[in-house]
T-cell receptor, first 118, second 117 residues
Framework: DADVTQTPRNRITKTGKRIMLECSQTKGHDRMYWYRQDPGLGLRLIYYSFDVKDINKGEISDGYSVSRQAQAKFSLSLESAIPNQTALYFC?????????????????FGPGTRLTVL | AQTVTQSQPEMSVQEAETVTLSCTYDTSESDYYLFWYKQPPSRQMILVIRQEAYKQQNATENRFSVNFQKAAKSFSLKISDSQLGDAAMYFCAYRLDSGGGADGLTFGKGTHLIIQP
C-alpha cells in the first residue's frame, strides 16, 4: 500500500542536541507538511513544501528547519532541542491534482513521532 | 489569519444515539475547504468528512454528516447511530483554496468523544 512513514516513532533526547525527524511517502504526492501536536492545542503547521524547490514556513517555524531531499522525502530538524519542543510530530502529504481544487484533496498523515526533550 | 474554534472539549453519548460536535471558524476568504479528522488512541489522523465552501449542499459520509452554515461560519459534525469505534478525538480543520499560495490545515483544539455502552 502507498503510505506515509515516519522515523523514529519515539525519541528521547537532551536539551541542546540536534535531532532530525524523517518522513517518506510512496503516494507520489508533490506536497508535504510537518505539524506539531501538543495536548489541548490541536495540530499546528511548522513547514510545508509544494515540491523539492519550494519550501514555506508555517505558523510555528521558529526553532525548526526542513529539507526536501526528494519528492518522496521531507525531514524536520531541531538544531538545538529545548524542552518546550516536546510534542507529537506528524508528517502529511497531499496531491495538488486538478479535480476539485488542490485544497479539497485529502492530507494523508504519517503515524507520528513522539519526541521528548529532557 | 484563520482561526478554528471547537467549544466542546469533551462530549459523551450513548451507543446508538446521535451526537453533534460544534466547530466555528474565522476567515475573510470566500473560497476554502473544511474538514473533520478523527484521532483514535492509536494517534493516527483519519479523514472523516470534507466540505467545499462554495457548495451549499451539506456533505455526508454514511453515518457522518455536516451542517455547514457559511454565513455563520459554522461547520458542525453529526454522528448518527454512534458506535464504540467512534470514540476518539475529533478535529475540525480549515484549508484555503490553495492554487500555489498559502497551504496547510488550521486545526481546532479538538473534542474528545466518549461513547457509553
Amino acid at each position: 500500500d502507498a503510505d506515509v512513514t515516519q522515523t523514529p516513532r519515539n525519541r528521547i533526547t537532551k536539551t541542546g542536541k540536534r535531532i532530525m525527524l524523517e518522513c517518506s511517502q510512496t503516494k507520489g504526492h508533490d506536497r508535504m507538511y510537518w505539524y506539531r501536536q501538543d495536548p489541548g492545542l490541536g495540530l499546528r503547521l511548522i513547514y510545508y513544501s509544494f515540491d523539492v524547490k519550494d519550501i514555506n514556513k508555517g505558523e510555528i517555524s521558529d526553532g525548526y528547519s526542513v529539507s526536501r531531499q526528494a519528492q518522496a522525502k521531507f525531514s524536520l530538524s531541531l538544531e538545538s532541542a529545548i524542552p518546550n519542543q516536546t510534542a507529537l510530530y506528524f508528517c502529511a502529504t497531499s496531491d495538488s491534482g486538478t479535480s476539485g481544487g488542490a485544497g479539497y484533496n485529502e492530507q494523508f498523515f504519517g503515524p507520528g513521532t513522539r519526541l521528548t526533550v529532557l | 489569519a484563520q482561526t478554528v474554534t471547537q467549544s466542546q472539549p469533551e462530549m459523551s453519548v450513548q451507543e446508538a444515539e446521535t451526537v453533534t460536535l460544534s466547530c466555528t471558524y474565522d476567515t475573510s476568504e470566500s473560497d476554502y475547504y473544511l474538514f473533520w479528522y478523527k484521532q483514535p488512541p492509536s494517534r493516527q489522523m483519519i479523514l472523516v468528512i470534507r466540505q467545499e465552501a462554495y457548495k451549499q449542499q451539506n456533505a455526508t459520509e454514511n453515518r457522518f454528516s455536516v451542517n455547514f452554515q457559511k454565513a455563520a461560519k459554522s461547520f458542525s459534525l453529526k454522528i448518527s447511530d454512534s458506535q464504540l469505534g467512534d470514540a476518539a478525538m475529533y478535529f475540525c480543520a480549515y484549508r484555503l483554496d490553495s492554487g500555489g499560495g498559502a497551504d496547510g490545515l488550521t486545526f481546532g483544539k479538538g473534542t474528545h468523544l466518549i461513547i457509553q455502552p
